[in-house]
């Protein structure tokens, strides 16, 4: 078991920058591929960038590379996804998810443990 709690969400202008925190408390931390994902209203959940158990490997949706880093400091059981250059339709609820697969997936179905979200909201 695992516990995720996001934070660092607000709103911003567009081309600001946001850095999002996502803090694990329970088993030890790296024991888990982390992704990040969001979800506009009406809009499907879709993945955003994801980082394997030991941070070799990373992947970025298409619309973020370039803009977004995703990040993992297993010392202090926080996964960071930096936000740069932020658009307008990157306004969404962000959530970080947990798996025990050493690699991180883009399906939303492979993953056991949900955080509780943090909105980000970027103004035109």
């Known amino acids: 078991q695992v516990q995720l709690v996001e934070s660092g969400g607000g709103l911003v202008q567009a081309g600001g920058s946001l850095r999002l925190s996502c803090a694990a408390s329970g088993r030890t931390f790296s024991s888990y591929a982390v992704s990040w994902f969001r979800q506009a209203p009406g809009k499907e959940r879709e993945s955003v960038a994801g980082?394997?158990?030991?941070?070799?490997?990373?992947y970025y949706a298409d619309s973020v590379k370039g803009r977004f880093t995703i990040s993992r400091d297993n010392a202090k059981n926080t996964v960071y996804l930096q936000m740069n250059r932020l658009k307008p339709e990157d306004t969404a609820d962000y959530y970080c998810a947990a798996d025990t697969a050493p690699v991180a997936t883009r399906s939303a179905k492979a993953y056991d443990y949900w955080g509780q979200g943090t909105q980000v909201t970027v103004s035109s």
């Open positions: 980082i394997s158990r030991n941070g070799g490997l990373t």
